[in-house]
């Protein structure tokens, strides 16, 4: 039932975006600002040929940085949040680098690891990382110390007290960070894949724009958008599987 649902809603929300991007082009008759149905009979003809290819390169810079942040950034938040003195020492170091605008590092990255493929993916990686540890540090501080006595108490090593309590308290706030940081990440390949490529959404967008070829250009943005939305609905639907207990 609980599937159904979030797919209506899905679905509800496709419906009224083009509804009024119907609406605002039909009042506007502008070339700037084509009707949804034109765009999307010309995404149809140029999305296996074209775009299709600038998609996946942007779909895999998004999951290489991704995922990189998720395997380096949850070992940090939970040895942050669990010991002490670890959140001592590194606490300092994450709240001064982490309000720091990541897409100003953008030259930084080209002038060190070149302009192809592995700075767009430490830009993803960036961005993503500091969220992931700070909402794995925060959920297991949020565990009342009395949660870990009864395992004490029957002799549960460390790796039983993170099996049993650590990972499942903080499954959720991780998944929410992702969800939150993915918006920004997509923004940020975006720009990211306007300097040294010829393949990314971005690439293939700000060409368009370039060539005064509205439909592409727009064919591009729903495209872009459609990775978005694949994304989020895929951590709603781990979070629905993995933390199954809060939706009971």
């Known amino acids: 039932m609980e599937k159904k649902r979030a797919g209506f809603w899905y679905i509800y929300g496709i419906v009224v975006v083009l509804a009024l991007w119907y609406g605002i082009a039909s009042w506007v008759k502008m070339p700037i600002i084509p009707s949804p149905w034109l765009v999307m009979a010309n995404l149809y003809d140029i999305f296996f040929s074209t775009i299709a290819i600038h998609s996946a390169y ?19 938040g939970y040895c942050m949040g669990y010991f002490p003195r ?3 020492a590194l606490s300092p170091i994450v709240y001064l680098t982490y309000p720091i605008p990541k897409i100003a590092l953008l030259p930084i990255m080209m002038l060190l690891f070149g302009l192809g493929e592995l700075s767009k993916i430490i830009m993803i990686f960036l961005i993503i990382i500091f969220q992931v540890i700070v909402a794995v540090r925060d959920g297991v501080k949020s565990i009342p110390t009395e949660t ?9 090593g460390l790796m039983d007290i993170f099996r049993e309590i650590l ?6 706030k991780i998944l929410t960070s992702l969800r939150v940081a993915m918006a920004t990440a997509i923004s ?3 720009f990211t894949e306007t300097f040294g ?3 990314g959404m971005g690439y293939f967008i700000m060409d368009a724009w370039m060539r005064v070829n509205y439909l592409e250009m727009y064919s591009g943005i729903v495209v872009l958008s459609g990775i978005g ?13 993995i933390c199954y207990w809060q939706y009971k």
């Open 167 to 172: 990972i499942p308290a903080s499954l959720p």
């Open 229 to 241: 939305l694949i994304l989020f609905g895929t951590i709603d639907y781990l979070e629905r599987k």
């Open 197 to 199: 490529t010829q393949y």
């Open 188 to 190: 940020v390949l975006f």
């Open 148 to 156: 870990y006595y009864p395992l004490y108490s029957l002799g549960a």
């Open 86 to 88: 670890c959140d001592r």
């Open 58 to 76: 942007s779909l895999w810079r998004i999951l290489a940085g991704g995922g990189l942040a998720v395997i380096v950034g949850i070992p940090i």
